[in-house]
């Protein structure tokens, strides 16, 4: 489903550090509203449904935000 290609799409060079934007990017990847924390209530909204579809459907949903995070890695 996924393909992992580690090469970056856009050169990067760093000449400083930079507070701000690595508050910003910690905040993207925990933060709450972050991938992670989307697919944490994701996953664990999945133990609460009833029905076998919507399990599913939230298990995938949850999955997809995992990827999401490695994809920003």
Request: hydrophobic share 40%; net charge negative; with cysteine.
């Amino acid at each position: 489903m996924w393909i992992y290609q580690k090469e970056l799409e856009f050169p990067v060079c760093i000449t400083k550090p930079d507070a701000k934007m690595a508050k910003l990017l910690l905040a993207q990847y925990g933060g709450p509203d972050s991938e992670l924390g989307a697919a944490v209530r994701y996953l664990t909204q999945r133990f609460s449904m009833p029905d076998a579809r919507v399990r599913a459907t939230l298990n995938d949903i949850g999955t997809e935000e995992l990827a999401h995070i490695d994809d920003n890695i």
